[in-house]
């Protein structure tokens, strides 16, 4: 090849054409552009995240058999698929816009994907302590199938049912030993004693769940009483957990309670029937 | 001046740009040439593609490489693209001594079970070029910077725009896959 004929060809069409090289800023915009999608991914990855860490956070294990449906279909229908196909969208393109940077190809596959979930996750536990993952999970609406449920709807469902000895709502007008739940217009008083587990709940605006039985006069008598939220955002009961928390009352409940706790549904509707 | 400093100098005058040309005509010339049986006007089409590309991203230089790694790495992706558009699949093409460089660099690099010192050096010298343009091209390209161009690991991840562990299991799968085609053929 000859060596002069090549240099002054090139410097000959450089010139020719005009070629300048390409600015400067070009290639810092683009470089920043790209780590603005890492950030907004990361971001993005953790508001998906907080929902889903919301809803597993709430999965009332420990009441699962309580349910009208079976366990696996309880579970199917529990999974955030939204949430979960967000998040894995958002974090492949953190991956693949972090490989795309300057020096994003000097580090593994594998090992930028974990940093991003790690990273991802640590926003979504702060998220979920500031009730993100509560709000968005209240607020989506899937557009292309429109049957998600917020943990919310979901949880309307399984306790606003009286028939079954559930109940949701406000606590107001407490006495000594009753007080009322209100569940839009509807009020039930709901009887209680000094033993019953989670009466330290009971308060004035507060929301609750209660499992109750009723007996042949009526009278709804509150075998445990749950808070509507999960512990992390209800601060005043954080050691409340539904599964730990049932199974160690349980020991102090009456008889006819560890009866609808254990037994569950149909022990419950046969109680009733009685 | 170093070639760092060419780059510099060639951003506030094109004419520094000519002696990078001069420099790394030759190197690019046989690097592409290596990878591919191209005729005299296409090499030299090639590599004025290439060095173009070069001046056009003189800004986009990361002053933390190597220039031979970056325009290497620009002389790599050209070459790739250029095939693309031809929809030619690159055949290796060695000149005699390079092939002799090839055998004797993977025999210094040895495997664990020292394959190639099964071969005899003639047998070894027809097949060498078979087996590798056998290859995936991937491990080709790695076999041909590893052991032609006698690029560092470093480097060759610069190059390819990989990890430098990821350039290890390739040479290593590389090597697997050579003796598996010299063996066979």
Redesign the interface.
Same mark, same amino acid.
């Given at each position: 090849?000859n060596?002069i004929n090549?240099?002054? @060809?090139?410097?000959q #069409?450089?010139?020719d054409d005009k070629?300048k090289?390409?600015?400067?800023w070009?290639?810092f915009i683009k470089d920043f552009s790209l780590w603005g999608a890492v950030v907004l991914s990361i971001i993005f990855t953790s508001l998906s995240l907080a929902p889903i860490i919301f809803i597993f956070e709430n999965l009332e294990i420990g009441f699962v058999k309580h349910l009208d449906q079976s366990p696996t279909n309880f579970y199917i229908h529990i999974i955030p698929y939204p949430f979960i196909l967000f998040a894995i969208f958002f974090i492949l393109i953190a991956r693949f816009s972090w490989a795309k940077t @300057?020096?994003g190809? #000097?580090?593994?596959g594998k090992k930028v994907f974990a940093v991003s979930a790690i990273i991802s996750l640590i926003f979504a536990i702060l998220l979920n302590n500031f009730a993100v993952g509560k709000l968005l999970d209240d607020n989506f609406h899937d557009p292309v199938f429109d049957s998600y449920k917020s943990l919310h709807d979901r949880r309307m469902e399984n306790w606003n049912r009286p028939d079954l000895g559930r109940y949701i709502g406000i606590v107001n007008n407490i006495s000594t030993s009753s007080f009322t739940l209100s569940q839009k217009d509807i009020e039930y008083v709901i009887d209680f004693d000094n033993e019953t587990p989670g009466m330290e709940l009971i308060e004035v605006g507060e929301s609750v769940r209660v499992v109750a039985t009723i007996d042949e006069e009526q009278t709804i008598d509150a075998c445990i009483i749950l808070p509507y939220d999960q512990p992390s955002i209800h601060q005043k009961v954080r050691k409340i957990d539904s599964l730990k928390y049932v199974s160690r009352m349980k020991k102090q409940m009456k008889d006819e309670c560890k009866q609808v706790i254990e037994m569950g549904r149909a022990n419950f509707l046969k109680q009733k029937n009685i | 001046m170093s070639d760092e400093e060419l780059v510099s100098a060639s951003l506030k005058d094109q004419k520094y740009f000519g002696e990078l040309v001069k420099r790394y005509e030759d190197k690019f010339g046989r690097f592409v040439r290596r990878k591919a049986a191209l005729s005299k006007e296409d090499t030299e089409d090639l590599l004025q593609d290439i060095f173009i590309k070069i001046y056009l991203n003189l800004n986009a230089f990361d002053r933390n490489l190597k220039f031979s790694s970056w325009g290497y790495r620009i002389a790599h992706n050209e070459t790739i693209s250029w095939y693309r558009k031809k929809s030619i699949r690159p055949q290796i093409n060695f000149e005699d001594y390079e092939e002799e460089n090839f055998i004797n660099n993977i025999k210094n690099d040895s495997l664990e079970d020292d394959f190639i010192e099964k071969f005899a050096k003639v047998e070894l010298k027809e097949k060498v070029k078979l087996a590798l343009d056998k290859l995936d091209e991937k491990y080709k390209n790695i076999l041909i910077l590893k052991y032609l161009e006698e690029k560092e690991y470093t480097e060759i991840g610069d190059i390819l725009e990989i990890p430098i562990g990821t350039v290890s299991t390739l040479i290593y799968r590389a090597k697997k896959e050579l003796k598996k085609y010299l063996t066979n053929i």
């Open positions: 090849m060596q090549l240099e002054s @060809k090139i410097l #069409k450089i010139h070629i090289p390409k600015s400067f070009y290639f @300057k020096n190809y #000097k580090f593994e | -």
